[in-house]
């Protein structure tokens, strides 16, 4: 594991794709298209950009150039708990202060707790990582990781220095996003959960999330956003609650929890 210098400047070739990133700001599609972006200077192979409020993640952007199932088996391994066994979190959280970013390069051989390596490595047959690690003036973690996967080799010196020139780009525009993307989740949603479970025990945990959300107001994208899952396991678990609530849809499902609350 290796801690690397941030540039406080932009440099020549963030000055030139600035305009581009910053459209990504705030999007859907914010981790897809910085990958994109990105792929000449970088070459990764596969992004993820996370939030940490609490020390658990939050999924903010993330996309793969290479398999969608290895991609699958990442993100999957790394909800799973793995993060808690991530050198970045600690870094995150124990070393840096307010405010503070880092660069960070992590081998394959760098990962030292067997399960995590497993999981978020071995199986999804990722190589290595680079991360931009950065903390809010409030004390919020943001990550932003590129990944290189085994058949592409790890990353090379010109991808460093390419990074570490970007970084301060790459910082502004993944504060920005999550900000933006923040604002946009509402604060009473642990109260409405908490309520939802209750009132209908019958609802597994995952149907009672999705139900708590829709009744803030999310939409399934912003669902899954907050829950770290899959917009299209939103759909799935979301139809499963209006079943067993015996509801036809979000209109239905208001009325019901406002009837009861």
Request: with cysteine; glycine share 8%.
């Amino acid at each position: 594991m290796r801690l690397m210098h941030v540039a406080t400047d932009i440099g020549g070739a963030g000055r030139g794709l600035a305009c581009d990133l910053l459209a990504a700001v705030g999007r859907e599609d914010f981790g897809a298209r910085l990958l994109r972006l990105l792929r000449e200077p970088l070459q990764a192979d596969l992004i993820s950009s996370m939030a940490f409020a609490d020390r658990n993640p939050i999924l903010l952007g993330h996309d793969t150039l290479a398999e969608r199932t290895a991609e699958a088996r990442a993100v999957r391994g790394y909800f799973s708990g793995c993060f808690r066994e991530d050198p970045n979190t600690k870094v995150l959280f124990d070393d840096l202060q307010p405010g503070a970013s880092v660069v960070v390069y992590m081998s394959k051989a760098d990962v030292r707790t067997l399960s995590y390596r497993r999981l978020c490595y071995d199986e999804p047959r990722l190589a290595d990582r680079l991360s931009l690690l950065q903390k809010t003036r409030r004390g919020e973690g943001i990550t932003l990781n590129f990944y290189r996967c085994e058949a592409s080799g790890p990353f090379q010196a010109g991808q460093f220095d390419a990074f570490t020139e970007l970084a301060p780009l790459l910082r502004a525009a993944s504060l920005r996003h999550y900000e933006l993307v923040a604002a946009r989740l509402p604060v009473n949603f642990d109260r409405v959960l908490r309520r939802l479970t209750e009132r209908f025990p019958l609802l597994t945990a995952r149907e009672a999330q999705c139900a708590a959300g829709v009744i803030c107001g999310l939409t399934a994208d912003e669902i899954a956003l907050k829950l770290g899952i899959k917009t299209t396991s939103v759909i799935t678990h979301r139809k499963r609650a209006y079943d067993r609530l015996g509801v036809s849809g979000h209109f239905d499902l208001l009325s019901l929890y406002h009837a009861t609350a």
